[in-house]
């Protein structure tokens, strides 16, 4: 099984919390696990067997008991798709023998990473398990995109939805894991509230850079003349996907300037504060409906130089239209 990163954040999380009651009178029959973190969502479920057979007190993560479910070779926990790959009806069907077979301890757990990945054969193949469970058997699905679920599916189930979770905690569990203080923050302000999101974004290093690119094309760009030299900026041709990602981030956080509301990215919040000046609140949002017309045009392939190009005119002329 995974490697746990955020132990103590999902401990302390609402949706832990949620099972409180589960864990001790008894679980149910099936769970949906819902978030697009998907890593987190297979650790909280790491977590969630840790609590059920901890011998200790709960999921200590310490003990024998824990320490099978950890390594991934406890007899009563099985994790099914952990690569998170389409799942077929075979897959299921040998979760559904496994699952008539009595447990050692009279608990038997399973897991479905990103279950939505199922087909429609295989999830109705699960189906007629959910609907006729076997003693001491208790289902999780792994969800990150709900609406692939059969309606079916979900009501047979107790949907958990993962915390979104605030951007101090993010921070806090990111520094728990030895990133620096300034690496913590920027990840935890483009994460959304999602740990495995920030995690990545702290373990990129481009993401600095994508940032004072962004925030350098919007200082620069004041005449025409200064198109090619903003055209120079690397990350706008080579990583223009999230170079265009990171520069909408800025232009909303202008925009709630603009508004007198919170900015998401305070980690240059005074840089974006006095860039915002430069610009109404009418040219910064005709300035994000470019940028998405600008990918729109990429996803069918036009030319990208000369896509960027007349970007770059478009915010230019953006900007002095709504002054
Ligand atoms: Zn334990």
């Given at each position: 099984?995974?490697?746990?990163?955020?132990?103590?954040?999902?401990?302390?999380?609402?949706?832990?919390?949620?099972?409180?009651?589960?864990?001790?009178?008894?679980?149910?029959?099936?769970?949906?696990?819902?978030?697009?973190?998907?890593?987190?969502?297979?650790?909280?479920?790491?977590?969630?067997?840790?609590?059920?057979?901890?011998?200790?007190?709960?999921?200590?993560?310490?003990?024998?008991?824990?320490?099978?479910?950890?390594?991934?070779?406890?007899?009563?926990?099985?994790?099914?798709?952990?690569?998170?790959?389409?799942?077929?009806?075979?897959?299921?069907?040998?979760?559904?023998?496994?699952?008539?077979?009595?447990?050692?301890?009279?608990?038997?757990?399973?897991?479905?990473?990103?279950?939505?990945?199922?087909?429609?054969?295989?999830?109705?193949?699960?189906?007629?398990?959910?609907?006729?469970?076997?003693?001491?058997?208790?289902?999780?699905?792994?969800?990150?995109?709900?609406?692939?679920?059969?309606?079916?599916?979900?009501?047979?189930?107790?949907?958990?939805?993962?915390?979104?979770?605030?951007?101090?905690?993010?921070?806090?569990?990111?520094m728990s894991l030895g990133i620096d203080e300034d690496t913590a923050s920027l990840s935890a302000d483009c994460s959304e509230?999602?740990?495995?999101?920030?995690?990545?974004?702290?373990?990129?290093?481009?993401?600095?850079?994508?940032?004072?690119?962004?925030?350098?094309?919007?200082?620069?760009?004041?005449?025409?003349?200064?198109?090619?030299?903003?055209?120079?900026?690397?990350?706008?041709?080579?990583?223009?996907?999230?170079?265009?990602?990171?520069?909408?981030?800025?232009?909303?956080?202008?925009?709630?300037?603009?508004?007198?509301?919170?900015?998401?990215?305070?980690?240059?919040?005074?840089?974006?504060?006095?860039?915002?000046?430069?610009?109404s609140a009418k040219a910064i949002s005709e300035i994000i409906l470019l940028i998405n017309e600008a990918r729109r045009k990429?996803?069918?392939?036009?030319?990208?130089?000369?896509?960027?190009?007349?970007?770059?005119?478009?915010?230019?002329?953006?900007?002095?239209?709504?002054?």
């Open positions: 099984m995974s490697e746990l990163l955020f132990t103590n954040t999902l401990k302390g999380s609402r949706a832990y919390e949620l099972l409180g009651g589960d864990f001790s009178n008894g679980l149910g029959h099936a769970y949906m696990l819902v978030s697009s973190d998907d890593e987190v969502v297979k650790e909280f479920f790491t977590l969630i067997a840790s609590t059920v057979f901890c011998t200790e007190n709960s999921a200590c993560l310490k003990c024998n008991e824990c320490s099978k479910v950890l390594h991934g070779n406890h007899p009563d926990v099985v994790v099914v798709n952990g690569e998170g790959q389409v799942i077929k009806a075979d897959a299921i069907r040998e979760l559904t023998e496994d699952a008539g077979i009595r447990s050692f301890s009279g608990t038997k757990l399973y897991y479905i990473h990103r279950a939505d990945l199922m087909n429609a054969v295989a999830q109705n193949k699960l189906l007629k398990t959910l609907e006729e469970p076997p003693k001491g058997v208790t289902i999780f699905l792994g969800v990150s995109n709900e609406s692939a679920m059969l309606d079916t599916i979900k009501s047979r189930t107790r949907q958990i939805a993962l915390d979104i979770f605030d951007n101090a905690t993010v921070k806090e569990a990111m509230g999602l740990l495995g999101k920030a995690y990545k974004i702290a373990g990129s290093p481009d993401y600095a850079n994508l940032y004072s690119s962004a925030l350098n094309l919007l200082k620069g760009l004041n005449r025409s003349a200064d198109v090619i030299t903003v055209d120079r900026i690397p990350e706008l041709t080579k990583k223009t996907d999230e170079f265009f990602n990171i520069l909408s981030i800025v232009l909303r956080d202008m925009l709630a300037v603009k508004g007198n509301n919170p900015v998401l990215s305070r980690h240059v919040g005074l840089e974006i504060r006095n860039i915002a000046e430069g610009f990429l996803s069918l392939n036009v030319n990208l130089q000369g896509t960027i190009d007349s970007l770059l005119f478009s915010i230019l002329e953006a900007k002095y239209k709504w002054q």
